[in-house]
């Protein structure tokens, strides 16, 4: 049966990050923030490919909240403010993530080292950054704005270079990489 349930999650897990890269209107089974269910703490063992559950499912809803607006173009004023008071719930759900405890909760679970801790808090960071990067470019997509994420950009590309020691944690960050590049103005960033 654990078998079964990690493949189940391990899909959603690939279909969910894969997703964010694909042209908008993809097919997807994604739910809705709302209706995700609540879980057991979760373990570094069952946080396929390393991303923090709570990232998935927030990335998952800001996929489809890309795919609704790419869908409805162009956006009447009340699609518009639905749009942009949703996304900015999410954004606002991602900043106040607290990567520390997440982290000390896993490192509860499994007697970690305090470098591992601080590793898997770099992890969590690292999703939360990339999250925030992502959500960002789909709210200026509702609003037609260009924001400028150069803090942003730079503290996940720090958060990148505090992994790159640790292989299997790196591997684990493949996600927030990805994103990082594309929003890397400068070859140096890349």
């Known amino acids: 049966m654990e078998i079964e349930i990690t493949d189940v999650l391990f899909s959603k897990s690939i279909e969910t990050l894969g997703s964010t890269f694909l042209q908008p209107k993809f097919p997807s089974r994604l739910t809705t923030f709302d209706q995700q269910e609540l879980r057991a703490p979760e373990v ?44 900015t719930a999410l ?10 405890a997440w982290a000390g909760n896993l490192q509860q679970s499994r007697n970690s ?12 960071e690292s999703y939360k950054l990339g999250a925030l990067l992502y959500g960002r470019r789909i709210l200026d997509a509702i609003t037609g704005e260009f924001t400028v994420q150069d803090e942003i950009l730079a503290e996940l590309l720090g958060m990148i270079n505090s992994l790159k020691d640790d292989r299997a944690m790196f591997k684990c960050i493949l996600w927030p990489i990805f994103v990082a590049g594309l929003e890397s103005q400068w070859p140096e960033q890349r």
């Open 113 to 124: 080292s305090s470098q591992e801790t601080t590793n898997l808090r770099a992890l969590a």
């Open 44 to 87: 570094i063992e069952k946080s396929f490919l390393g991303c923090p559950e709570y990232f998935l499912a927030i990335i998952q809803c800001l996929s489809t909240q890309r795919d609704s607006i790419a869908g409805s173009k162009p956006l009447g004023s009340t699609a518009a403010q639905t749009y942009l008071k949703d996304t």
């Open 91 to 100: 954004l606002e759900s991602i900043r106040k993530f607290d990567c520390y």
